[in-house]
């Protein structure tokens, strides 16, 4: 299942590429920035904004959707069911789906529209969610892209099993892999996951003949400091055929899906980090003679 697909994107690789959003991760970041690509499952998101009380809503769970006394309506969203069929009930687009299913042909034809544009070094980018926690249409489509020599790239944080990773060697042209923290307590508690599967993954995925980059999500009160961005280069370094390095400053672009979706958003008192403040990073980076960019 995806969720969506932006095209002419100049993020996430080189050239212009098209990227497909996969429904579904397996971890919980406090700072996602696509929260509704955390559940597998369809995720109803409702605008209040655009909300102009047509009702058609109602007609579809009146039980589950009640209108309030501020022109508006209340989603009892543990009591929704059939939520497929709220796809496109709403005419003005205040309550909206997301997530839909396409099959390896679906995704090809909208690949197709945008060939023209890669030329030498673009080409399509698999993000999320957790692309690697889907099943295997996921590597049917690399092998079709494959076929057609179409470049690939992933997004991924690697918290999968390891055969899940290891499917896909020699169909991705590139592995971007976040490296969110090295300490087991931080990360379970900012993620819900575990940061021993990700470091071993990752030594085994630099080990193989795949090429990777390493993202590392710069993020308030959980490794923006110099200390634990350092000995992530630190651990970089003891890979493998790892040459680049970017950094991903912290945004709040995504506040207000938190709001459509009804979820907390828990880094909602911190502030955005600035290109600026990554200086002693970059520094230290590259005095290890190590590749480094901000962005993507």
Known sequence: MIFNVQRYSTHDGEGIRTLIFYKGCPLNCHWCSNPESQ?????????????KNFGDCL?????????TEHNGIQ??????????????????????????????????????????????????????????????????????????????NMETSLHVKWNRVARCIGYVDAFLVDLK?????????????DVKLVMDNLVRLTNSEANVVIRIPVIPDFNHTEKEISNMIDFILTLKKVKEVHLLPYHTFGVEKYKMLDMDYKMSNRKQVEDRELAPYIQYAKSKGIEIKIGG
């Open 181 to 193: 923290h090295l300490d087991s307590r931080k990360f379970r508690t900012y993620t819900n996951g």
């Open 75 to 152: 989603i009892q969203r543990e009591s929704l069911s059939n939520i497929e069929n709220f796809r496109e009930v709403c005419i003005s687009k205040a309550m909206t789906l997301s997530g839909e299913k396409k099959s390896v042909d679906e995704l090809l034809i909208e690949i197709e529209k945008d060939r023209p544009f890669y030329r030498e070094n673009g080409g399509v980018t698999l993000s999320g969610g957790e692309p690697l926690s889907q099943g295997d249409e996921l590597v049917a489509l690399l092998k079709r892209l494959k076929m057609k020599k179409i470049g690939v």
């Open 59 to 67: 007609k579809v769970n009146g039980t589950a959707i009640t209108q």
């Open 39 to 51: 559940s597998f499952d369809y995720s109803l998101m409702y605008d209040r904004k655009l909300c």
